[in-house]
């Protein structure tokens, strides 16, 4: 899915980042909905690829993160 593998190369480039942050560099400012960008962060996060910090709340909004230890199935 290219929206995951864009996430997984914006989460590389800069650990951390919102999934705000994520679409508006994905999709650009005009069409940057959190909403485009979460199932495929969920989706990585089941897989391991990133891991998730934060509760999601708009004081503490979720954040992504490369794991220490990568699963052997981690895309590149």
Do not use: H, S
């Not at 290219?2 to 980042?17: F, N, S, T, Y």
């Not at 942050?21 to 996060?45: H, K, M, S, T, W």
């Not at 891991?51 to 199935?73: C, E, F, S, V």
Request: net charge neutral.
């Amino acid at each position: 899915m290219a929206v995951m593998d864009d996430i997984l190369r914006e989460v590389r480039i800069k650990e951390g980042r919102t999934e705000d942050e994520l679409a508006a560099l994905i999709f650009g400012r005009d069409q940057a909905y959190q909403q485009r960008v979460n199932p495929a962060c969920r989706q990585l996060v089941a897989e391991g690829t990133v891991i998730r910090k934060g509760n999601g709340g708009p004081n503490d909004p979720y954040t992504y993160w490369l794991p220490a230890d990568p699963p052997i199935n981690r895309r590149f």
